[in-house]
Nanobody
Framework: VQLVESGGGLVQPGESLRLSCVAS????????MAWGRQAPGKGLEWVSS???????RYAESVKGRFAISRDNAKNTVYLQMNILKHEDTAVYYC?????????WGEGTLVTVSS
């Protein structure tokens, strides 16, 4: 099983980034996929998830700014991040979950700084 995130980087406040996570080794289309993040010195925070039917959920801190989507044909989940803020700075992790099985990627760093 592999989850490989990409798309992180350094941006200024107000800018956008799109994260991607390519999955392999499990039946992607049947899993709920999610993004979590860990800011420097803080614990892991759930950001957004999308279930196998396409229903989306968001943390209040990112609602209206972030959008999660999935492409089952490409085994890929995306996180479009708009109007980025300093407090969005974190390592972003991709997660796949089904019936107690939990897979995580190694993360991609997003830094929002002026």
């Amino acid at each position: 099983v592999q989850l490989v995130e990409s798309g992180g980087g350094l941006v200024q406040p107000g800018e956008s980034l799109r994260l991607s996570c390519v999955a392999s080794g499990f039946t992607f289309s049947t899993y709920t996929m999610a993004w979590g993040r860990q800011a420097p010195g803080k614990g892991l925070e759930w950001v957004s998830s999308i279930d196998k039917s396409g229903s989306e959920r968001y943390a209040e801190s990112v609602k209206g700014r972030f959008a999660i989507s999935r492409d089952n044909a490409k085994n890929t989940v995306y996180l479009q991040m708009n109007i980025l803020k300093h407090e969005d700075t974190a390592v972003y992790y991709c997660n796949g979950k089904q019936y107690g099985v939990d897979y995580w990627g190694e993360g991609t760093l997003v830094t929002v700084s002026s």
